[in-house]
């Protein structure tokens, strides 16, 4: 079985894919353009659909995990601002973002066929809102704030 490791390389404005084997050596098999300064990856539950935020263009974009373990680029959607964390909710129908620099965070309804769609909620919480992310049962979004508020910010998600 190939291990397959996806790096995001926003000066290189690509993502690219690489065959691990058992001693842990990389072998390139593809390279992806992104324009937009690829950053921060997440694969969606079903493991259909990888979500790249695009930080210098301030949006997401979903990829489509092909069989070969390649991937086809299904579009991208604009952000209130550049995202730094990415997270789909447990279901898999809705993208979690997180702005460190705009102490926000936003929820996009996802697509059927897994892109990104409108934003349904969105919310200010404090300066470096790093990572969001929803609890094991799903009601709950957490939202880490390192430094000033020093805090874990709390939401019902529903």
């Not at 489509?64 to 390649?70: A, H, L, T």
């Not at 409108?118 to 919480?125: G, K």
């Amino acid at each position: 079985m190939t291990t397959l490791v996806y790096i995001s390389l926003a000066e290189d404005e690509t993502i690219r894919s690489y065959a691990m084997d058992r001693d842990g050596h990389l072998q390139l098999r593809q390279r992806v353009p992104l324009a937009g300064g690829p950053s921060a990856l997440a694969a969606s539950p079903d493991g259909q659909t990888l979500y790249c935020s695009l930080r210098g263009s301030k949006a997401a974009a979903a990829l489509r995990f092909e069989k070969d373990g390649g991937l086809q680029l299904l579009g991208s959607r604009q952000l209130s601002a550049d995202a730094c964390y990415l997270a789909p909710d447990k279901t898999g129908r809705y993208l979690l973002s997180a702005y460190y620099g705009a102490g926000m965070a936003t929820v996009h309804r996802l697509e059927s066929d897994g892109s990104v769609g409108p934003e349904v909620c969105s919310v200010n919480t404090a300066q470096r809102a790093h990572c969001i992310e929803t609890d094991r049962s799903n009601r709950f979004a957490l939202i880490p704030h390192p430094l000033d508020a020093n805090s874990i910010f709390l939401f019902r998600f529903d």
